[in-house]
């Protein structure tokens, strides 16, 4: 079982900057794919970015490159670093992990976060 706890979310003013991270609990956190995902109010849960076991990575087009994800094995955590930000990446942001490679919908991720809120005002 794998146990995800985000932070880093807050009020930021469109252009700014935000690292959201992500620390697990378990010994077998190195093989995980983690993956980030965005929820706004009304509207489905969407894929962010993901990062597998070796570090090989993806990314939505809304946010390619203006965020970067990125994992410290030894740390147990994986980080979002999102840069030049918009009021439309206003939302919950959640960190989910799954046992498999990268895939994009959060339906085929086994274990999330409680979520952190991220508010981009204009």
């Known amino acids: 079982q794998v146990q995800l706890v985000e932070s880093g979310g807050g009020l930021v003013q469109a252009g700014g900057s935000l690292r959201l991270s992500c620390a697990a609990s378990g010994r077998t956190f190195s093989s995980y794919t983690m993956g980030w995902f965005r929820q706004a109010p009304g509207k489905e849960r969407e894929f962010v970015a993901a990062?597998?076991?070796?570090?090989?990575?993806t990314y939505a087009d809304s946010v390619k490159g203006r965020v970067t994800i990125s994992r410290d094995n030894a740390k147990n955590t994986v980080y979002l670093q999102m840069n030049s930000l918009k009021p439309e990446d206003t939302a919950v942001y959640y960190c989910?992990?799954?046992?498999?490679?990268?895939?994009?919908?959060?339906?085929?991720?086994?274990?999330w976060g409680q979520g952190t809120q991220v508010t981009v005002s204009s």
């Open positions: 989910a992990a799954r046992g498999g490679g990268i895939v994009y919908s959060w339906r085929d991720y086994n274990h």
């Open positions: 990062i597998n076991w070796s570090g090989g990575n």
